[in-house]
């Protein structure tokens, strides 16, 4: 019983985060869609507010899945970086540098929940490439 219930879970928290990964990476390619990059950006703050706590209730579900809890928290963090800038401070490309912070832990826990953990492709991880890379400089 035990073990149908943690198969049960990891199956819902692994749709959940495809849910979110293809939900940032839609809004990824909306802003991506339009052809001047210097242009502000301008987000729906409720859609993304509703993704942050979307976000939120699954990292809290992840509980017993501890793989998955520095993919989630980073991809929170983001969202929350994000959602500080938004709606309009933000040029197209340093929003698409937000929303890459996003959907990239959001793909390693994916990996991770349907067992095969994707392993980074160079030492530094999205948490460690600093500030200045997602501030676009």
């Known amino acids: 019983m035990a073990m149908t219930t943690m198969i049960t879970e990891r199956s819902q ?7 979110l990964q293809v939900s940032f990476r839609a809004i990824e390619n909306s802003v ?3 052809a001047d990059e210097t242009r502000r950006c ?3 703050a409720q859609t993304l507010q509703m993704l942050l706590g979307e976000l939120k209730r699954c990292r809290q579900n ?3 899945f501890r793989d998955i809890h520095i993919p989630l928290d980073q991809a929170i963090y983001h969202c929350g970086l994000l959602m500080a800038k938004c709606p309009g401070a933000l040029d197209q490309r340093l929003c698409r540098h937000h929303l890459e912070a996003i959907i990239a832990p959001l793909e390693q826990a ?3 929940l349907a067992g095969k953990p994707k392993v980074p ?3 530094a991880t999205v948490a460690d490439r600093g500030l200045r890379h997602w501030f676009g400089r």
């Open 110 to 112: 994916i990996s991770h």
């Open 62 to 64: 992840a509980m017993p």
């Open 32 to 34: 991506t869609a339009a």
């Open 121 to 123: 492709t160079s030492q």
């Open 13 to 19: 928290l692994y749709y959940t985060c495809v849910f």
């Open 42 to 44: 301008w987000l729906d």
